[in-house]
């Protein structure tokens, strides 16, 4: 798979991500992570997890790299890894991998795979997920693509039922979100500041 470091691209292969996987006790995967801040954080606060940002978005991960290449002292996070890639297809070199998997205010064709309850959102947590993994989701209710109601907790969770079912997860939890409780990412940071947007939080658990 493609792995953006803070020197640029490179190829991490299977035996090379399962060793470092190896060395944790646990997996987080942050997909459409952006600038990737929120793995790095999740990194320097657990030093026994591994955290995952994965997003087709390169030039972001480039600075998400350069930050967790950094000295602890200064910011970085050895434990922190950022993949290029679309969640439409996600590496091979990531299946089976992750403990926890979050999506935090997806945008595009995430959000409309969501949104629609599409069956590619069940095949990419089965493809991902290990057999006791959780889910956390937060979507900005604010920003429906077109075609799509704004979603609310009484529209999302009949949506979501059906792929996560067949993710073998069940929801635990599908409400409206208060700003205090909005996930320590950049769009978190900026949705909640002043805007009194609305947000929606989805958890759920194998
Ligand atoms: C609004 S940003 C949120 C970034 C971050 N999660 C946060 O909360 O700060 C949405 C991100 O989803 C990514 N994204 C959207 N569709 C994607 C896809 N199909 N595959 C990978 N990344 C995707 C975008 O590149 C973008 O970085």
């Not at 990737?36 to 994965?54: K, N, Q, T």
Request: proline fraction near 7%; glycine fraction near 8%; aromatic fraction near 6%.
């Amino acid at each position: 798979m493609e792995i953006i470091t803070r020197r640029g691209p490179r190829t991490m292969d299977r035996s090379e991500f399962d060793q470092l996987r190896d060395r944790f006790s646990s997996t987080l995967i942050d997909l459409g992570t952006g600038d990737g801040a929120w793995p790095r954080r999740f990194a320097r606060e657990y030093d026994h997890c591994l955290a995952i940002g994965v997003d087709a978005d390169r030039v972001a991960l480039g600075e998400a790299a350069k930050l967790a290449g950094r000295k602890p002292a200064r910011g970085g996070a050895p434990n922190a890894l950022y993949v290029a890639a679309s969640v439409e297809a996600l590496p091979s070199e990531l299946h089976g991998s992750a403990d926890w998997v979050t999506i935090y205010f997806p945008w595009a064709a995430l959000l409309r795979m969501i949104l629609s309850g599409d069956d590619a959102l069940a095949s990419m947590l089965n493809e991902l997920c290990t057999p006791r993994a959780r889910l956390s989701l937060v979507l900005n209710a604010e920003a429906a693509p077109d075609g799509f109601a704004m979603p609310t907790p009484g529209r999302l969770h009949p949506v979501l039922q059906a792929p996560l079912s067949q993710a073998r997860m069940r929801i635990v939890r599908c409400e409206w979100l208060e700003a205090q409780g909005a996930p320590p990412t950049t769009w978190g940071g900026r949705l909640v500041k002043g805007s009194g947007r609305t947000m929606l939080s989805v958890e759920a658990t194998r």
